[in-house]
């Protein structure tokens, strides 16, 4: 599960940084939102990648971190999506208003030439 979930934060941030570096607006805000599911993937598979097993202490287990889910990067990536979406929704309101007032999406406010 390991190897999935590590390919995955590598892809999605390759594809992320590709995207940040294109010419386009749209295709920047894309690749930010790309780049912050990645980081949202990785910080909560720092908490632990278990399956079957309760985010709190079972009765007669030692409470270590053997024996339960930490609740911190699972609240830390709640609060990054919500956050993510209230900048992605200003950044496309931005990306609209740029293109209203310059007539083109490009990044540098240039058109490239044939």
């Known amino acids: 599960m390991e190897i999935v979930v590590s390919m995955a934060i590598g892809v999605m941030g390759g594809a992320g940084v590709w995207l940040v570096l294109r ?5 920047v805000l ?15 598979s720092v908490g632990s990648l278990s399956t079957g097993k309760e ?7 030692p409470a270590d971190l053997t024996n339960y889910t930490d609740p911190l990067p699972q609240s830390l ?7 993510g979406f ?4 200003l950044f496309l309101v931005v990306l609209l208003a740029l293109r209203g ?8 406010g240039r058109e490239e030439q044939p």
């Open 23 to 27: 010419p386009r607006t749209f295709q």
């Open 30 to 44: 894309i690749g930010l939102s790309l780049l912050s599911y990645a980081v949202n993937l990785f910080i909560f």
């Open 55 to 61: 985010p709190i202490v079972k009765p007669g287990l």
């Open 77 to 83: 990536v709640l609060t990054a999506i919500v956050i």
């Open 86 to 89: 209230a900048t992605t929704a």
């Open 101 to 108: 007032l310059s007539g083109g999406d490009h990044v540098d």
